[in-house]
């Protein structure tokens, strides 16, 4: 009888432990301004086209120009003056903070502060933190973010991003 209620007790906690988990699975895909900083700004260090869907459509394409195709490419040109690959140029933001500074129905101001170090590839920022190994900078950036479309998405000037 005994084996039974620790069977049992095993059991329990394997169920209330797999609800907990689809419960923090929902919680964490709801949709927020700091989530979009987040999501964007990662995108953005690392050289990734798709921080193009965080970012709002009056700031993404002004005029003709493809301001993230410009982006990647006025950085794989600044990488090439000094006789890098774009390689050389990809960062990894970590202990990234957030705070929201305003926030509206549909607009929002959001502060992101954190680190960034250069990641060559995946290993390379642990490897270069492990041995302190090249720089480490500091972000620090106050982004506005609205809502379009019911997805939130950065406008405005933030970090170098071109502005033409």
Sequence with gaps: MVQMNKVTAIIIVLIVGSFVQVLFFFADGRETPSRAVAEFSK???QL???MAA???AERLTPGDVDLVDKYIYL???KA???GFNIDFMRNKLYDIEIETISQSDTKAKIQITGKRRVAINPVYPFVAKLFNLGGTYEVDETIDV???DGQWKVCGNFF???VN
Excluded: G
């Design 43 to 45: 995108a953005y260090f």
């Design 48 to 50: 990734d086209k798709a």
């Design 54 to 56: 965080r970012i709002c």
């Design 75 to 77: 950085t794989a040109q």
């Design 80 to 82: 090439k003056d000094q």
């Design 146 to 148: 609205v809502k379009e």
């Design 160 to 162: 170098s991003f071109p």
